[in-house]
């Protein structure tokens, strides 16, 4: 029978719904953030608004459906207008539209307010990464996904935070007002973490501001949002949130003039320090567009597998990596990367998936020690 | 039958009427009779739901888990970006179009569309819009990857070379949605027979008629945009380029005030449907006729004001955020107007569930909780964190496949028999109703909760937290799917069967308009002779 | 089929209806200056000052509050600059006239003309930051490995909201090669000291 069919439906469609909302980690989170409280009780007070108008709207339905069937011997009624009821179902919404009005302007002002803050730290969306400024403090670092790409290829078990791991999260002290200042370098990009309650667009030239508070020490993740190329879903952003005290001695760790340490610029290493080495940072830096196998997604990633640069002089293959491709997502490493990871991921391009082979027959050398990604550095046009 | 001198404009009809059409596909190349060409807009709809379907279970069977499944992000992107241009523009409205052809002229009694050449343009310019979109998957280097909403930078710096195809594919569409919505308020304007008053047409008219307005009005906007971003991308200009003085805002600003209004389009005839069907099977006058005018048209003007809810996250100042909050949540008025007068109309009726009353019951529902989700969308701060979600994926798909998808299959089964003169099985109708309803609510009513739980729409791959609700929606989505395949057979088998038609001329007990006194099938030119209305 | 009477009804209407096509898509067009316009009146993101502001003659300064300046610079896509606030920070008065320096420096080992695009949060403050004097009014062309100070002189107009106590002015730099001026490319070193 139709009516009963409907009807548990429905009732299936609303227990679904309560539970779904009652089950922790399933609805959204409540956070550590004032705001994000905040935001949490907006969305609840509608939640329960929206049921109650489900309800007695639905309930008048399904009374219609079972009681006016003509199966049962209905006749229908001739009524089809009234003025009065128009008006009162007018208004009557229209007022409980104001009634939700009215709290989340009242959040939204607060969300606007980025008054005292403690500490302002600069967000800056890449292709496919994050880059954090304390501004005042002079640490500077980005932010790249750590999951690997064996475990995104299916070739290892995926861990417990899979998508959702950094090699440097953000550090913020905690019960402190950090303001945050968005943009980002090539396309838009959405920096949100779901418990701090923020979500702010990263656009290109331009610069947003918005604040974030935690409560509570504890790690916080969250995702890129919005659509920013490839690998958009692979841009996570991680924020921890330590006591003062460890905020400060992390500070003092992380200081440095640029986001680029070169401290190892001048040591050597052997081709198989360089090749271990170069291993993991290749898959950590690179192998998202190149792809642990070297084979890239062409033609928007080219092969490095048999790549005529990767195999053929060290300084133009420097020069490229370096310097990056303008206009391409290709960026410039040598802005992000020191000498010596430069380094090591170079020597090992060079060699790896038969390249060594190729490397040899162009008579090019395959080691690249930190020294001559300095002075290729150094060296113009 | 006075047969005046006429000049007609029907080429393959000068002689008189009681030949059929030509046989062969030069009938259906050559045809300017509303009825072929409305048999053509559903049927090209419907193929080209079949493909979008088969892009959307590529994208499900991709997210059945985390890791990489079966494609790579770049495809997947791809599949995204089609998935919807092909659902909004190749679907949606081409079958609203194609409704509008077969059933307003019917309506109104008259002949014809006004611009029977006009309208037989309009719809060819489809499939070689489609052609071309669909092409630049074959070509080297990636189809269009930047979803449906293509904003700048992403589309115009970073775009691939495909980008062009696709502007110039969205500007064949354009062009045919302009000069369908133009035929058709010329024709609802100039053709009514005489005696139909504005406030005696049927609601469908009224909604087909405020949403060609909407169409003349919005898709010149997104030409201007495509074409801007295709100058940005080859002649050196920088409307969205900060470097050159411009601003990627700008893109979202022109895009939303017209992508806004254009929902409204893939939804208004939807409603004009549910009018003409919920009285039909509650055996009662529609509830609150006038009242449903103005809501249709208010719905439709506040469209225009809303856009900037897209944007919240943008950096928007504080005033323009409040403005536009409250704006979209007035919205909620009149379209609650509208399901209110829906349920008076059943309230005290004498009410029977034949299949295109099941699929209209069915949207009451289930686009009442997209309009749910929608106002929850409109509040700011909680917009900040359902934006660009799953939350917001659920909202759109409710609203418009329970929604628009719902009330174009209602409209199918409605009028089917009248188009063909066969009835469909009705047991095979339920069947369908029920697997779409179960499939769809599967598949769309988790990502409400992944939305909520963080999930980021647009991305191939989630982490582990994601994968149960996930699953549940890959297998709602197959159910969706396959239920669909009971449709195309049922439709298929009304068209085709070598069976003798058998329906009457009203079809359904309590059919009211001018469409049910013709008989069935409706013959190929119908109301020659305006009729009288009193 | 149709009479005459309706064909030029017909006529009359589709004429109507497709002038209103072309408005729109000229609208379209048009909406391009209506934002800068509004943009520019509101304030929003600092548009509008991107020529000389003028200092009305009789503006005060406003010695009872005072309001912190953060400035910041990005660099954008892999152009090879260097392109740093020399000051981090600094407090003004509304109404006090202030200088502050950027240096640049072009490391992309040929010449290259520059644009800075200014950006001001929040969006509310943004219209009474004004400046007088600024590299980012005209393009900035460099030599190979060219140096330069880069000035501002701005001041924040005392009619800005007494709420406002933080700003933050931004600089985002860009590679203008795509966007050459009619004048020539020598001419733009305006505005600032090279070294």
């Not at chain 1, 049921?51 to 089809?80: D, E, M, P, Q, W």
């Not at chain 2, 280097?141 to 909403?149: L, N, R, S, V, Y």
């Not at chain 3, 009804?9 to 209806?17: E, V």
């Amino acid at each position: 029978m139709h009516y009963i069919g409907r009807i548990s439906l429905f009732v299936c469609l609303i227990l679904f719904a309560i539970a779904g909302f009652a089950t922790p980690g399933i609805n959204m989170p409540v956070g550590v953030s004032p705001i994000s409280k905040q935001i949490y009780d907006l969305h609840m007070a509608c939640f329960w608004i929206c049921c109650v108008i489900g309800t007695l709207t639905f309930g008048v339905l399904f009374y219609s459906l079972f009681k006016f069937r003509k199966s049962k011997g209905a006749k229908a009624a001739h009524f089809h207008q009234h003025i009065g009821i128009e008006i009162l179902w007018t208004v009557i919404p229209f007022l409980i539209l104001v009634g939700l009005a009215i709290p989340a302007t009242i959040v939204l002002k607060k969300i606007h307010n980025t008054d005292e803050s403690a500490l302002t730290v600069k967000v800056t969306g890449y292709q496919w990464k994050w880059k954090y400024e304390y501004l005042d403090q002079g640490v500077s670092f980005f932010s790249t996904l750590a999951t690997n790409q064996d475990q995104i290829n299916n070739k290892t078990p995926k861990n417990e935070w899979f998508l959702l791991e950094v090699d440097k999260p953000m550090v913020i002290p905690v019960k402190t007002k950090v303001k945050i200042l968005v943009t980002a370098d090539d396309v838009i990009h959405a920096w949100w973490v779901p418990e701090l309650g923020v979500k702010q667009d990263g656009i290109p030239g331009f610069i947003n501001e918005n604040w974030i508070y935690a409560e509570h020490p504890g790690i916080y993740r969250g995702q890129c949002g919005e659509l920013c190329g490839m690998n958009h879903g692979f841009m996570p952003i991680v924020v921890e949130a330590v006591s003062q005290e460890d905020f400060k001695q992390w500070v003092q760790n992380h200081q440095s003039a640029s986001a680029v340490d070169n401290t190892n610029s001048y040591k050597t290493f052997t081709r198989e320090e360089l090749v271990t080495l170069g291993k993991v940072e290749y898959e950590k830096s690179c192998a998202m567009c190149h792809q642990n196998t070297g084979e890239g997604v062409p033609p928007t990633f080219p092969a490095l597998k048999r790549s005529r640069v990767v195999t053929g002089p060290a300084t133009a293959n420097i020069k490229f990596v370096s310097q990056g491709v303008p206009g391409t997502a290709m960026q410039a490493f040598g802005d992000q990367l020191d000498d010596k990871t430069l380094a090591v991921i170079i020597t090992y391009t060079r060699q790896a998936w038969g390249n060594d082979k190729l490397t040899e027959k162009h008579k090019q050398s395959i080691v690249v020690q930190p020294i001559d990604v300095k002075n290729a550095r150094l060296s113009k046009k | 039958m006075s047969e005046a001198i006429v000049h007609t404009h029907d080429d393959a009809h000068h002689h008189d009427d009681h030949h059929g059409p030509e046989k062969g596909f030069k009938r259906w190349l050559f045809t300017t009779n509303h009825k072929d060409i409305g048999t053509l807009y559903l049927t090209f709809s419907l193929i080209m739901l079949f493909i979008g379907g088969i892009m959307a279970l590529i994208i499900r069977v991709e997210l059945f888990e985390p890791g990489k499944v079966i494609v790579n992000p770049e495809f997947f992107n791809q599949m995204t970006t089609m998935h919807g241009l092909i659902m909004v523009f190749g679907v949606i409205m081409p079958a609203m179009a194609g409704l509008a052809n077969w059933m307003i002229p019917m309506m109104i009694g008259a002949p014809d569309m006004a611009l029977p050449r006009l309208n037989n343009w309009s719809f060819w310019l489809l499939p070689f819009a489609f052609t071309m979109l669909m092409s630049t998957q074959l070509m080297s280097g990636p189809a269009p990857d930047f979803g449906w909403t293509f904003y700048a930078p992403l589309s115009t710096l970073y775009g691939p070379k495909s980008t062009d195809f696709f502007i110039f594919s969205i500007h064949m569409m354009g062009a045919s949605s302009i000069m369908a919505a133009l035929n058709i308020v010329v024709t609802i304007f100039n053709m009514r027979a005489p005696g139909m008053t504005w406030f005696k047409l049927p609601m469908f008219v009224w909604s087909w008629l405020v949403t060609a307005f909407l169409l003349l009005a919005v898709m010149p906007v997104l030409a201007g945009c495509v074409t801007m971003m295709l100058m940005d991308r080859h002649f050196h200009t920088s409307f969205f380029n900060a470097a050159g003085g411009g601003d990627p805002l700008l893109f979202q600003h022109v895009f939303w005030f017209f992508g806004h209004p254009e929902v409204y389009i893939l939804i208004l005839p939807g409603f004009g449907v549910m009018s003409e069907i919920i009285p039909t099977f509650a055996r009662k006058t529609l509830f609150g006729y006038h009242a449903m005018v103005y809501a249709t048209v208010l719905i439709a003007i506040v469209g225009f004001l809303v856009w900037m809810h897209h944007m919240f996250t943008t950096g928007a100042p504080y005033s323009a955020q409040l403005y536009f909050m409250y704006a979209t949540m007035l919205v909620a008025v009149p379209t609650g107007i509208k399901v209110f007068n829906w349920v008076a109309t059943l309230f005290k009726g004498s009410i029977t569930f034949e299949t295109p009353m099941l699929f209209a019951l069915g949207f009451l529902v289930m686009f009442t909780i997209g309009g749910f989700s929608g106002l929850m969308l409109s509040l700011v701060p909680a917009d900040y964190q359902y934006r660009d979600s799953y939350f917001v994926v659920a909202h759109f798909h409710y609203v418009l496949v329970s929604g628009s998808l719902f009330t174009i299959i209602a409209a199918v089964y409605f009028w089917l028999p009248k188009w063909t003169g066969r009835m469909y099985s009705e047991r095979l109708g339920h069947l369908h109703f029920w697997l779409s309803v179960i499939g769809m609510n599967l598949a769309f009513l988790p990502m409400h909760f992944l939305g909520l739980a963080g999930m980021p729409r647009r991305i191939p791959d989630y982490p582990l937290q994601y994968t149960d609700f996930n699953q549940w929606c890959t297998v709602g989505a197959f159910i969706f799917g396959f239920a669909q395949l009971i449709f195309l057979y049922i439709i298929i088998k009304s068209c085709f069967s070598k069976s003798k038609p058998d329906v009457s001329d009203r079809v359904w007990e309590d059919a009211k308009g001018l469409e049910w006194t013709i008989p069935s099938p409706a013959p190929y030119h119908t109301f020659e002779t305006a009729p009288i209305i009193k | 089929m149709a009479s005459n009477k309706q064909i030029k009804s017909n006529k009359r209407l589709i004429i109507f209806l497709v002038c209103g096509v072309f408005f729109m898509f000229g609208f379209c067009y048009m909406l391009v200056p209506f934002y800068e316009f509004v943009c520019k009146k509101e304030g929003i993101n600092g548009k509008g000052a991107n020529s000389a502001a003028l200092k009305a003659s009789d503006m005060k300064v406003d010695t009872t509050r005072t309001i912190k300046v953060e400035f910041t610079t990005t660099i954008h896509g892999s152009l090879g600059f260097k392109f740093i606030p020399l000051q981090r920070h600094i407090t003004v008065h509304p109404g006090e006239t202030k200088l502050i320096y950027f240096f640049a420096e072009n490391t992309t080992g040929h010449e290259i003309t520059v644009q800075a695009v200014p950006s001001i949060t929040p969006m509310d403050a943004a219209r009474f930051l004004k400046k007088t004097q600024c590299f980012c009014f005209t393009q900035q062309f460099f030599f190979k490995n060219q140096k330069a100070d880069m000035p501002v002189y701005f001041f924040i107009d005392p009619s800005v909201p007494k709420e406002i106590k933080e700003v933050t002015l931004s600089y985002t730099l860009f590679d203008a090669s795509g966007f050459p001026k009619k004048d020539k490319q020598a001419k733009f070193t305006s505005g600032r000291i090279n070294l």
